[in-house]
């Protein structure tokens, strides 16, 4: 089944901006289920690599080891003593903790096949040798090449004890079966391949995972500072410009280049209904207060602001009239679109999209919204401070 015969005609440009962007094409006959929490997403995590009889690849940019981390530690140790190839890759800063711990060592001498993406090694030859700015910031779960994860969860528990004052950490992550794993596949891959001596040709040139029955349509989008800068900015903002009814979107990094942020205010604009949920408390008080400088304009525009009260919404989606998707790792700042590498999953199916919204909204009743009088009511000296430091946006 082709885009055509499964995806109405009004959404066809996304898919072909996506297939522009990593040359994926999009594939049919997905099933998928978005899982109920940090913890759940784990356990499944765990249960299907307990599962796995040929393979897992793993990649996180961040890793840490805490109880959730060595779950799936204890969980690809097992597989790969039972004769399960495990692959697993983590971003040399975001994960520097488990990489440079016992576990990390221990899953290497139990026949684990472990790498580190984008090292540092000392921070001063870096400079000479390589950008140290430049991070891996992907989630990539791949088992059997038939069943792939996406979405905004790290390793961790979501009480993230590296920051635990602004838990828990509330993310969302979608777990799918068929074609589409083999587009994740590929991104892992490249990935691996950059960074270790290992051909995985082989295993990517097999026939892809069968389709299940009228699953759901999807396509993975890849993005990073080596593929062009605008992919991820002009990802979201085709998705804005495509809305007829409503957009709901959850980020908690908002520093964008100005052609994202005249999209999100020209989509209200056009009174489409047009919601985004931000942290009420952010773990980074310079992004915090960036974000906020972006408020007035926002609201003047008919945007409505929620600010997510009961934790840190880590959760990266958006949702465009019931029916669309885009789910994944990155942020709308700069950082992810300039930075990062970063991965991402669009996909068209009225259910699934359902179940997302019903999330979101869940968060919106969580969430306190900001008005235009309560902006207008911040002291002078705040609204200068969120100005200042929006000036630094690039560096943010």
Known sequence: MDVASAVPERYHHLFSLGHSISGFQPVGGNAARLLPGSDETIDTMAADINSATD??????????????????VEALKRAAKRGVTCRVMADDLGSRGIIRSEHWQAMRADGVHVATGLPIGNPLLRLFKGRIDLRNHRKIVVIDDRITYCGSQNCAD???????????????????????ARQNQF???????????????????????????KGIFAQVIGTGPTVRFSAMPEMFESLMFAARREIVATTPYYVPDESLHGALCTTAYREVDTTIIFPARNDSRFVGAASRSY???????????????????HTKSLTLDGEVTLIGSANMDRRSFELNYENNILFHDSTLTGVMRERQQEYIA???????????????????????????????
């Open 295 to 313: 408020y007035a304009d926002l609201l003047n525009a008919g945007v409505k602001i929620y600010e997510y009260k009961d934790g840190l919404l």
């Open 158 to 180: 979501p009480q993230f004890r590296v920051k635990a004052k602004y838990a828990p950490w509330v993310d969302a992550v979608i777990r799918f079966e068929g074609p589409i």
């Open 366 to 396: 969580r969430s306190t919204r900001i008005t235009k009088e309560a902006v207008a009511a911040w002291p002078l000296s705040r609204r200068l401070w969120n100005n200042l430091i929006a000036t630094l946006g690039p560096v943010l």
């Open 187 to 213: 991104l892992f891959a490249s990935d691996w391949m950059t960074y270790v001596d290992e051909n995985l040709d082989q295993l990517l040139s097999k026939p892809p995972p069968p389709s299940m029955p």
């Open 55 to 72: 393979h897992v690849h793993l990649l996180f940019y961040i890793w840490l080891s805490d109880y959730n981390g060595t779950k799936i």
